[in-house]
């Protein structure tokens, strides 16, 4: 069991600057913990609860930015693509794509995205049993592609409201394809302010340690620097200047489970 | 009030012969009952279970089969896209295009449709609470498309199981939008059978009664000559030679209840 | 298939002055319309939400009350139980003995029950699938009582929200016991307001609508001629000057949809 | 904030020769891993799925065999409650009294459990939200007993199916009572062997290390040397060979989350 890796980022890419900024920053975070670190960033919000709010910059804004993270700081970089024919050109600058939970079942993105041959990970439906993932997975290896992420963000239960099932996590891991838990997402409360989601910020740390003693490869962790003025799921992004000491604290819970597996 | 209205028709567009047949079955049976009709088939299942599971004929090939129902039948037909740029090329041959459940919140999705000036029948996710529909609903509003249904078909409870919340009913057709109730996928069991979703056709009628007493516009309920050799939804669509009794007694439910309304 | 039978009357027994007047009041609307009416009415509120909320009058003030309605107007009357040692004294004044739904399982109190000989109505616990209360109904017969009424009332649907599901009407029928529906615990929100439980009034007529039409024996539904002010669930209580009208459509409703089964 | 506690045993007291043999066993186990330990059983079970379930051998007889694993052993014991009239006499021998969950809202068992001036520990309803357990500890407090546990076993997920939400515990924890996080019943399928609760076992140390990273006073394990004959919840027990390398790791996990919380 290799030790826990990060995904981690603002929600949306708001600018170069602050995507610099902040890819810099989550840089500096991962090499003084020693934590393997994926850069994650958003160029379209396609789902949004309202017509009203933010969608993002753009694939071909975004683009050029996605290239120069990963060239003049080396890190990989993850985005999320929506629609089939955005997978190849996203592919270009990026390392991983990602599959939005809506569209999980949605089998020409699946099928386009595995086709780019980058890693494809793919966020379980607030719809979906855990074993369903199963066949999610197979999409994507039936395209030819095994490098799987598979992503638990929550179910619904009740209205506006997700529940976090750690059973979720060794269930997925039965497929062979490294799982990892998204404490953001997790405690987003979708559709919780009326034309916008809610969260709660308080329980990204409470749902990350429990992911992390039951077993996880990675954690996918949103923050910013002022998420409460950040477009889109601030109320769940963790304010950056708390990033390190979470992360620590997690990474030390990590140690002690795996170790207890490799003894 | 207007008295009931169906969509109707087999899941799948299986062949130009089969729909031909099943369309012209339903137009007698709408006739004899003095009930509006609308024909309900698919081109392309986009989001099943399993990888090997049947897509369907697509769009280019269903484009003439739905001009020939229209044409030859005069009944109105509805069909679900998938990605914006089938919205305008769906259009041209259909009078209703429908917003699949779990891209009910793509907003590309349903601004495409929207402009089309075609009729929009958004399904409710099984993710979402009803009151949230009102934004799924403005973003095709806002897009400058006022003809908009919303169905209802039921809600994630636990795994594999929806469930089907009569208050939903009320509340989305705050709106103002007529309001549908899918009596077909409410009932589905999705990933009940392991690589494909179950059902539990049993309870399409019970659900059907249940939603006609509330109070709706339409009811929205697949039905099929040989249901269990159905390339999709076999277990939860109705057996077509069943299709008029059930309809005959939940006209007689929707007469009481609008005369109530009424008088 | 017998026509809809009413259980009705306020949550508590506030007074023998309003018993009385209610179940008076009850008496004759069932009259006007042709409905059999059982009066309901509670001694003791035994599992409030906070130690401050009214208890009730007890069960020995109760006993000569329910005997004088009985008597004076020849009214079958129904209370629940809270322990085993009142059924009993219960059973003496009264016609039907409920189990309250988080006691559905209590194997000493459906005994003790059953051992009266009277009817007993138990409501299905909010934790409890539909299947399950053929095992409920099996100890109530196996203590020798085969009088046994099931009441459906919401199952728990995220947290302090029930929802009702319309198949558990006919699953519970399949025991062979008639089944009741309860309106007003169904859209009750189990500690929605804090330090006591929230209510949607306006949905009991909606709930109501629907279970009739899937078929029923009987409905359960609380009312009170000043709900705002009852000592308890005044807020999915119906007020009593729309008792009539309420019961009027779901008696119609009732006769289309059993004469279609007798048909 | 002290170190991990256990309340552990066998579900079911099956003999005076059993329940000492397991009680031994655990307390050197307990010894060994220097982890406090409260030994638990019970002698009723009081609301088993189907009548023809074995009860237990009742209060009467487990009293002497509850004093003599209190001496003989020197463990604090705790044993679960289901009528008021049994607490005083429970009282006698045991150190903590159990609320089942069904129960936790039956104001009058609350009182009589809380006026013994025993440890009170109530265990969280699968239809309660988290944040309504301030108003049962609220009527153990109101009571005169401020020695109040909270335990955290599951919520409702859909039919015959728990789920743990790990938000719970820090909620729970806000009423500044202990909290303890039951991994047996979080695990148990109510009702899902049909006649009987189904079980799964393999979850029980997935749930127990996610609920010690988040943080608990205590945990609830059952544990039996041969689970799949025991009474009741053999498919959720532990199995006690397993029962010490479960408790060290969880130790482990609790020293860290327990070191930076006072750090």
Known sequence: DAPLSLIAGPCALESRTHALEMAGALKEIAA???????????????????????????????????????????????????????????????DILQIPAFLCRQTDLLVAAARTGRVVNVKKGQFLAPWDMQHVAGKVLGAGNANILLTERGV????????????????????????????????????????????QREFVAVLARAAVAVGVAGLFIETHDDPDNAPSDGPNMVPLDQFEGLIAELMEIDEVVKARRAG
Chains 1, 2, 3, 4 share one sequence.
């Open 32 to 94: 003084r913990l020693g934590v393997g670190l994926v850069f994650k960033t958003s160029y379209d919000k396609a789902n949004r609860t309202s017509l009203s709010s933010a969608r993002g910059i753009g694939l071909e804004e975004a683009l050029p930015i996605f290239a120069e993270i990963r060239e003049s700081l080396g890190l990989p970089v993850l985005t999320d693509v929506h629609a089939p024919e955005q997978c190849d050109r996203a592919a270009e600058a990026v």
């Open 156 to 199: 619904s239960f009740g209205y506006n409201t997700l529940i976090s099932d750690m059973r979720a996590l060794p269930i997925m891991a039965q497929t062979g394809c490294p799982v990892i838990f998204d404490a953001t997402h997790s405690v987003q409360q979708p559709g919780g302010q009326g034309g916008s989601s809610g969260g």
